[in-house]
Each structure stands twice: as structure tokens, then as C-alpha cells.
Antibody, heavy 125, light 107 residues
Framework: EVQLLESGGGLVQAGGSLRLSCEASGFTFNTDAMNWVRQAPGKGLEWVSVISGSGTHSNTDYADSVRGRFTIFRDNSKNTVFLQMNSLRAEDTAIYYC????????????????WGQGTLVTVSS | DIQMTQSPPTLSASVGDRVTITCRASQSISTWLAWYQQKPGKAPNLLIYRASNLESGVPSRFSGSGSGTEFTLTISSLQPDDFATYYCQEYNFFSRAFGQGTKVEIK
């Protein structure tokens, strides 16, 4: 059974930093791309970042809204993906979900077939 | 930037009803479209990928259609477990944009 367990959320002041973690199990972690998707309170979904799967160098991408402030990385030995969030803003307040990319070689941007339960990040201004 | 627009924003229906949700893309995305279901306090769940392909384990009352810029999600006979918010998502472009959601409520 695929499981994704996020942690690291909390309350932080604007300008501060936070690191989120997502521990995965139940699938071959190093081969699959992993994403972060966020949802502001009462709002819709917004893709944040992706890191590619197997290979000595993982490729990363970011939404324009977080590029230059957030960094995604992974530790395949611990089956964990991280999101380092710096220079946080009030508009970054959201539930952050870790989401596994569906294995699909026909597209650069596969949809998300498994999600964690989410971790809440609150940025106070 | 591509925009994904869902209609209606809210839909009131009864158990057993046939329900259709529409998603329109501001640019053509071929069939690179997914549908998700989200219940309150829970993570989204993938229902449909590539516009019309049912994800494993999803009940067959769910179906998707469309290509280019117009897509639909249909629930053939609404069940109590289906009252939730539904999101479309394009995955043709880097932005992986989501629609704003359609809430299916009990009539």
C-alpha cells in the first residue's frame, strides 16, 4: 500500500523558513517523480514543485509563485522528499500535500495518483 | 498562462441523479486532463487521467470525455459517497493548472 506522510508544518513569521518532509512507502521511491501541491484555506489546488525520479541528478521545477524561495530535494536512502521554504509570505499559508506522480512516460507532467494527508503551514504577517 | 474554468461552481443533486461537470481550458491541451475528487479535510483522489481513462479502483459510474479545450466529468448515478468537490487539472503545460473546483451538494 502506497503511503505518504508529511511533517514539518507549523506557524512561522513572514520572512521565516520552514522545511517540510514527506516519507514514502509502498512503492519504488527512487524511480518516481514527487511533487508538492498546496491548498490555501477554503481555496483550490496549486501545484508548487516537482523533483524527478531515478538518476544521479534529479531535475526540479517550481511554480513561478515560489521559484527562488523554495527548494525541493530528495533522499532516496530514506524514501523522503523535502521542501525547504525560505522568505515565507502570508500568501504561502496553505495545507501542503506531497503527491506522487503517476508513472506515465507519455507526458512530461503526469498527474498525481497518490497524496499524503497534508501538513498545514501558517505564515503570520 | 493557461486558465482552467469549471462550471458550475456548485451543483445540488439527489442520490441517483446523473451529474455532469464541465471544464474548459483557455488553450488546447489535447487530452492531457485529469479529474480529482476531494472530500472535506481529506487529500484529493485521482479519478480520471488522459481525459477519459478511469484510474484503478474508481467506480465505473464515473466517466470523462472531451479533448482540446472542453471536457466533462459525468457521474451516471450519484451515490451518497460522491458528495464532494471535484477538480480538473491540465497536464499539458508546465503550470499543471487546476480548475477552481465544483462542489456537489445534497439537494
Amino acid at each position: 500500500e502506497v503511503q505518504l506522510l508529511e511533517s514539518g508544518g507549523g506557524l512561522v513569521q513572514a520572512g521565516g523558513s520552514l522545511r517540510l518532509s514527506c516519507e514514502a512507502s509502498g512503492f519504488t521511491f527512487n524511480t518516481d517523480a514527487m511533487n508538492w501541491v498546496r491548498q490555501a484555506p477554503g481555496k483550490g489546488l496549486e501545484w508548487v514543485s516537482v523533483i524527478s525520479g531515478s538518476g544521479t541528478h534529479s531535475n526540479t521545477d517550481y511554480a513561478d509563485s515560489v521559484r527562488g524561495r523554495f527548494t525541493i530535494f530528495r533522499d532516496n536512502s530514506k524514501n523522503t522528499v523535502f521542501l525547504q521554504m525560505n522568505s515565507l509570505r502570508a500568501e504561502d499559508t496553505a495545507i501542503y500535500y506531497c503527491a506522487k506522480a503517476r508513472a506515465d512516460s507519455s507526458t512530461w507532467y503526469p498527474p498525481f495518483d497518490y497524496w499524503g494527508q497534508g501538513t498545514l503551514v501558517t505564515v503570520s504577517s | 498562462d493557461i486558465q482552467m474554468t469549471q462550471s458550475p461552481p456548485t451543483l445540488s443533486a439527489s442520490v441517483g441523479d446523473r451529474v455532469t461537470i464541465t471544464c474548459r481550458a483557455s488553450q488546447s491541451i489535447s487530452t492531457w486532463l485529469a479529474w480529482y475528487q476531494q472530500k472535506p479535510g481529506k487529500a484529493p483522489n485521482l479519478l480520471i487521467y488522459r481525459a477519459s481513462n478511469l484510474e484503478s479502483g474508481v467506480p465505473s459510474r464515473f466517466s470523462g470525455s472531451g479533448s482540446g479545450t472542453e471536457f466533462t466529468l459525468t457521474i451516471s448515478s450519484l451515490q451518497p459517497d460522491d458528495f464532494a468537490t471535484y477538480y480538473c487539472q491540465e497536464y499539458n503545460f508546465f503550470s499543471r493548472a487546476f480548475g477552481q473546483g465544483t462542489k456537489v451538494e445534497i439537494k
